[in-house]
Protein backbone atom coordinates (compact mmCIF):
# COMPACT_ATOMS: atom_id res chain seq x y z
CA UNK A 1 0.00 0.00 0.00
CA UNK A 2 1.67 3.75 -1.02
CA UNK A 3 0.99 6.35 0.83
CA UNK A 4 -0.20 9.77 0.42
CA UNK A 5 3.20 10.80 -0.12
CA UNK A 6 4.23 8.16 -2.40
CA UNK A 7 1.22 9.00 -4.86
CA UNK A 8 1.99 12.68 -5.10
CA UNK A 9 5.62 11.91 -5.90
CA UNK A 10 4.44 9.98 -8.84
CA UNK A 11 1.88 12.56 -9.45
CA UNK A 12 4.40 14.74 -9.81
CA UNK A 13 6.72 12.64 -11.91
CA UNK A 14 4.40 11.29 -14.34
CA UNK A 15 3.76 15.14 -15.12
CA UNK A 16 7.00 16.65 -15.36
CA UNK A 17 7.78 13.53 -17.84
CA UNK A 18 4.02 14.66 -20.02
CA UNK A 19 5.00 18.71 -20.03
CA UNK A 20 8.74 18.14 -20.20
CA UNK A 21 7.71 16.40 -23.52
CA UNK A 22 5.69 19.25 -24.76
CA UNK A 23 7.56 21.63 -23.99
CA UNK A 24 10.63 19.84 -26.31
CA UNK A 25 8.13 19.69 -29.18
CA UNK A 26 7.26 23.88 -28.87
CA UNK A 27 8.52 26.39 -31.20
CA UNK A 28 9.42 29.81 -30.33
CA UNK A 29 5.92 31.31 -31.76
CA UNK A 30 4.03 28.51 -29.38
CA UNK A 31 6.48 29.48 -26.46
CA UNK A 32 4.91 33.19 -27.29
CA UNK A 33 1.48 32.52 -27.51
CA UNK A 34 -1.54 32.88 -25.13
CA UNK A 35 -2.29 29.92 -22.73
CA UNK A 36 -5.33 29.22 -20.57
CA UNK A 37 -3.99 30.80 -17.86
CA UNK A 38 -5.52 34.51 -18.09
CA UNK A 39 -3.18 36.93 -19.68
CA UNK A 40 -0.40 34.94 -19.50
CA UNK A 41 1.42 33.35 -22.70
CA UNK A 42 2.88 29.84 -22.38
CA UNK A 43 6.37 30.50 -21.62
CA UNK A 44 5.07 32.81 -18.42
CA UNK A 45 3.44 29.67 -17.54
CA UNK A 46 6.37 27.43 -17.71
CA UNK A 47 8.43 30.29 -15.66
CA UNK A 48 5.65 30.44 -13.40
CA UNK A 49 6.05 26.90 -12.85
CA UNK A 50 10.16 26.97 -12.31
CA UNK A 51 10.17 29.66 -10.41
CA UNK A 52 7.74 27.74 -7.93
CA UNK A 53 9.98 24.53 -8.05
CA UNK A 54 13.22 26.22 -7.63
CA UNK A 55 11.25 27.52 -4.20
CA UNK A 56 9.74 24.64 -3.15
CA UNK A 57 13.50 22.94 -3.75
CA UNK A 58 15.09 25.92 -1.30
CA UNK A 59 11.61 25.10 0.99
CA UNK A 60 12.75 20.88 0.96
CA UNK A 61 16.53 21.78 1.38
CA UNK A 62 16.13 23.86 4.44
CA UNK A 63 13.79 21.49 6.34
CA UNK A 64 16.83 18.85 5.17
CA UNK A 65 19.21 20.50 7.28
CA UNK A 66 20.32 23.22 4.73
CA UNK A 67 20.29 27.01 4.54
CA UNK A 68 16.53 28.12 5.43
CA UNK A 69 14.98 30.73 2.56
CA UNK A 70 15.09 34.19 3.79
CA UNK A 71 12.33 36.59 3.18
CA UNK A 72 13.80 38.48 0.25
CA UNK A 73 14.74 34.79 -1.45
CA UNK A 74 11.08 34.32 -3.49
CA UNK A 75 11.12 38.13 -4.93
CA UNK A 76 14.97 37.32 -6.18
CA UNK A 77 13.62 34.26 -7.79
CA UNK A 78 11.18 35.65 -9.60
CA UNK A 79 12.71 38.96 -10.82
CA UNK A 80 15.29 36.43 -12.15
CA UNK A 81 12.56 34.43 -14.02
CA UNK A 82 10.82 37.18 -15.12
CA UNK A 83 13.82 38.67 -16.47
CA UNK A 84 14.55 35.15 -18.82
CA UNK A 85 13.29 34.92 -22.45
CA UNK A 86 10.86 32.87 -23.50
CA UNK A 87 13.30 30.16 -24.68
CA UNK A 88 15.12 30.16 -21.20
CA UNK A 89 11.98 29.74 -19.27
CA UNK A 90 10.36 27.20 -21.06
CA UNK A 91 14.82 24.73 -20.40
CA UNK A 92 14.76 26.70 -17.00
CA UNK A 93 11.10 25.04 -16.39
CA UNK A 94 12.51 21.43 -17.51
CA UNK A 95 15.81 21.43 -16.01
CA UNK A 96 14.28 23.29 -11.97
CA UNK A 97 11.28 20.77 -12.05
CA UNK A 98 13.11 17.76 -12.72
CA UNK A 99 15.45 18.95 -10.11
CA UNK A 100 12.43 19.47 -7.34
CA UNK A 101 10.56 16.25 -8.44
CA UNK A 102 13.56 14.24 -8.43
CA UNK A 103 14.98 15.72 -4.85
CA UNK A 104 10.70 14.41 -3.46
CA UNK A 105 11.65 10.83 -4.97
CA UNK A 106 14.91 10.54 -3.43
CA UNK A 107 13.32 10.72 0.09
CA UNK A 108 13.07 7.81 1.63
CA UNK A 109 9.83 6.57 3.61
CA UNK A 110 11.32 7.58 7.40
CA UNK A 111 11.77 11.12 5.65
CA UNK A 112 8.48 10.98 3.55
CA UNK A 113 6.71 10.84 6.86
CA UNK A 114 8.69 12.73 9.64
CA UNK A 115 9.80 15.31 7.63
CA UNK A 116 8.41 18.77 8.21
CA UNK A 117 8.38 21.75 6.06
CA UNK A 118 7.45 25.71 6.48
CA UNK A 119 6.28 26.77 3.13
CA UNK A 120 5.99 30.45 4.85
CA UNK A 121 2.28 30.78 4.06
CA UNK A 122 0.59 28.32 6.45
CA UNK A 123 0.90 28.48 10.47
CA UNK A 124 2.85 25.31 10.85
CA UNK A 125 5.34 23.24 9.23
CA UNK A 126 3.92 20.62 7.21
CA UNK A 127 4.47 16.44 6.29
CA UNK A 128 5.91 15.73 2.31
CA UNK A 129 2.30 14.57 1.60
CA UNK A 130 0.92 17.87 2.19
CA UNK A 131 3.71 19.94 0.45
CA UNK A 132 4.40 17.82 -2.35
CA UNK A 133 0.25 18.03 -2.62
CA UNK A 134 0.38 21.85 -2.70
CA UNK A 135 3.25 21.63 -5.36
CA UNK A 136 1.05 19.39 -7.29
CA UNK A 137 -2.36 21.59 -7.05
CA UNK A 138 -0.13 24.39 -8.52
CA UNK A 139 1.41 22.22 -11.25
CA UNK A 140 -1.43 19.94 -12.75
CA UNK A 141 -3.69 23.15 -12.81
CA UNK A 142 -1.15 25.09 -15.27
CA UNK A 143 -0.15 21.73 -16.96
CA UNK A 144 -3.95 21.51 -18.32
CA UNK A 145 -3.23 25.79 -19.27
CA UNK A 146 -0.74 24.57 -21.23
CA UNK A 147 -1.82 21.08 -21.99
CA UNK A 148 -5.63 22.93 -23.33
CA UNK A 149 -4.05 25.40 -25.73
CA UNK A 150 -2.78 22.31 -28.40
CA UNK A 151 -6.32 19.75 -27.20
CA UNK A 152 -9.38 21.59 -26.42
CA UNK A 153 -10.84 18.39 -24.73
CA UNK A 154 -7.63 18.48 -22.21
CA UNK A 155 -8.20 17.11 -18.43
CA UNK A 156 -6.13 17.28 -15.30
CA UNK A 157 -4.19 14.46 -15.12
CA UNK A 158 -5.83 11.40 -13.62
CA UNK A 159 -2.76 10.73 -11.38
CA UNK A 160 -3.51 14.19 -10.05
CA UNK A 161 -7.18 14.84 -9.92
CA UNK A 162 -8.26 12.50 -6.98
CA UNK A 163 -5.28 13.68 -4.65
CA UNK A 164 -6.44 17.38 -5.47
CA UNK A 165 -10.01 17.28 -4.14
CA UNK A 166 -8.40 17.95 -0.49
CA UNK A 167 -6.86 20.85 -2.04
CA UNK A 168 -9.74 22.47 -2.93
CA UNK A 169 -11.41 22.34 0.25
CA UNK A 170 -8.94 24.16 1.68
CA UNK A 171 -8.33 26.69 -1.36
CA UNK A 172 -12.24 27.27 -1.18
CA UNK A 173 -11.74 30.23 1.74
CA UNK A 174 -9.71 32.25 -1.74
CA UNK A 175 -11.17 30.79 -4.70
CA UNK A 176 -15.16 30.87 -4.15
CA UNK A 177 -17.14 33.87 -4.51
CA UNK A 178 -20.47 32.98 -3.13
CA UNK A 179 -21.86 36.24 -3.09
CA UNK A 180 -21.87 36.20 -6.69
CA UNK A 181 -24.77 34.05 -6.69
CA UNK A 182 -27.03 36.19 -4.92
CA UNK A 183 -28.62 34.05 -2.54
CA UNK A 184 -27.49 31.23 -0.72
CA UNK A 185 -27.66 27.47 -2.06
CA UNK A 186 -26.64 24.43 -0.96
CA UNK A 187 -25.24 21.76 -3.64
CA UNK A 188 -24.79 18.27 -3.71
CA UNK A 189 -21.86 17.08 -5.72
CA UNK A 190 -21.13 13.82 -7.12
CA UNK A 191 -17.87 13.18 -8.35
CA UNK A 192 -17.17 10.42 -10.89
CA UNK A 193 -13.70 9.11 -11.89
CA UNK A 194 -12.96 8.22 -8.93
CA UNK A 195 -16.69 8.02 -6.79
CA UNK A 196 -17.49 10.62 -4.00
CA UNK A 197 -20.18 12.98 -2.56
CA UNK A 198 -20.57 15.90 -0.64
CA UNK A 199 -22.24 18.96 -0.08
CA UNK A 200 -21.45 22.27 -1.36
CA UNK A 201 -22.90 25.15 1.05
CA UNK A 202 -22.87 28.47 -0.58
CA UNK A 203 -23.75 31.76 2.12
CA UNK A 204 -21.72 34.30 3.70
CA UNK A 205 -18.80 31.87 3.06
CA UNK A 206 -18.22 28.42 0.74
CA UNK A 207 -17.76 25.23 2.98
CA UNK A 208 -17.58 21.57 2.23
CA UNK A 209 -20.56 19.70 4.01
CA UNK A 210 -22.07 16.66 4.57
CA UNK A 211 -23.83 15.21 1.68
CA UNK A 212 -27.31 17.25 2.02
CA UNK A 213 -30.85 15.71 2.51
CA UNK A 214 -32.25 18.12 0.50
CA UNK A 215 -30.04 19.99 -2.15
CA UNK A 216 -30.80 23.05 -3.55
CA UNK A 217 -29.30 21.99 -6.91
CA UNK A 218 -27.34 18.41 -7.97
CA UNK A 219 -24.22 18.54 -9.73
CA UNK A 220 -22.69 15.84 -11.39
CA UNK A 221 -18.74 15.97 -12.81
CA UNK A 222 -15.65 13.79 -13.35
CA UNK A 223 -13.19 15.02 -10.09
CA UNK A 224 -10.90 16.44 -12.87
CA UNK A 225 -13.62 19.00 -14.05
CA UNK A 226 -14.82 19.49 -10.61
CA UNK A 227 -11.01 20.63 -10.24
CA UNK A 228 -11.04 23.17 -12.69
CA UNK A 229 -14.45 24.35 -11.90
CA UNK A 230 -13.46 24.74 -8.40
CA UNK A 231 -10.54 27.06 -10.28
CA UNK A 232 -12.26 28.89 -12.55
CA UNK A 233 -10.76 26.74 -15.87
CA UNK A 234 -14.54 25.20 -16.80
CA UNK A 235 -15.95 27.86 -19.08
CA UNK A 236 -18.18 26.31 -21.80
CA UNK A 237 -15.86 25.49 -24.44
CA UNK A 238 -13.63 23.26 -21.88
CA UNK A 239 -16.94 21.49 -20.13
CA UNK A 240 -17.18 18.21 -20.68
CA UNK A 241 -20.42 16.71 -21.87
CA UNK A 242 -21.19 14.25 -18.89
CA UNK A 243 -21.38 17.67 -16.70
CA UNK A 244 -24.94 18.39 -15.18
CA UNK A 245 -26.48 20.15 -12.95
CA UNK A 246 -29.99 19.79 -11.84
CA UNK A 247 -32.55 21.72 -9.33
CA UNK A 248 -32.47 25.45 -9.15
CA UNK A 249 -29.22 26.39 -10.10
CA UNK A 250 -27.12 26.31 -13.62
CA UNK A 251 -23.80 25.51 -14.17
CA UNK A 252 -23.28 29.63 -15.08
CA UNK A 253 -24.67 29.76 -11.80
CA UNK A 254 -21.50 28.03 -10.04
CA UNK A 255 -18.83 29.72 -13.02
CA UNK A 256 -20.00 32.75 -11.46
CA UNK A 257 -19.34 31.35 -8.04
CA UNK A 258 -16.09 29.81 -9.24
CA UNK A 259 -14.44 32.88 -11.05
CA UNK A 260 -10.91 31.44 -11.08
CA UNK A 261 -7.80 33.53 -9.31
Same mark, same amino acid.
Given at each position: MTTPADRTIHALRTGHDDLARRVSGLSPEELRAPSAAAEWTIAQVLSHLGSGAEIALAALGGARGGEVPGPDFNPQ *???RWNAMTPDEQAAGFVHANEELVAAYESLDEATRRDLRLDLGFLPEPVDVATAAGFRLNEFALHHWDVEVTFDPKAAVSADAAPLLIDRVAFLLRWVAHPGN?? =?? $???? *? =?????? $??????? $??AAALVDTPAEPDAVLAVPTEA?? =?? $???RLSPEYTPADVTVSGDLTLDDLRRVFPGF
Open positions: *VWDLG =RP $ATVL *V =RLTEPE $ASFGLQL $AEWI =RL $ATG
